[in-house]
């Protein structure tokens, strides 16, 4: 018998509501996974290590 894995919750920010141009974020164990959410959960999903994803947010390099 196999079950079926649980849903994951992904995450846009709250000042993303009116954009269409929007990344959606899921944070698992030790990684960080980013997806467009234009795509409703059907396309692709880039994974990275949680620390290179701290270290994103800390350089400050994205746009407000």
């Known amino acids: 018998m196999t079950s079926n894995p649980p849903a994951r919750t992904w995450y846009k920010s ?7 141009q929007c990344v959606e974020v899921y944070h698992d164990t030790g990684r960080v996974g980013v997806r467009d959410s234009a795509d409703h959960g059907e396309g692709p999903e ?3 290590p949680s620390a290179a994803w701290d270290d994103f947010l800390a350089s400050r390099i994205w746009v407000r």
Not at 14 to 20: G, I, N
């Open 14 to 20: 709250s000042r993303s509501e009116t954009s269409k």
């Open 46 to 48: 880039l994974w990275f």
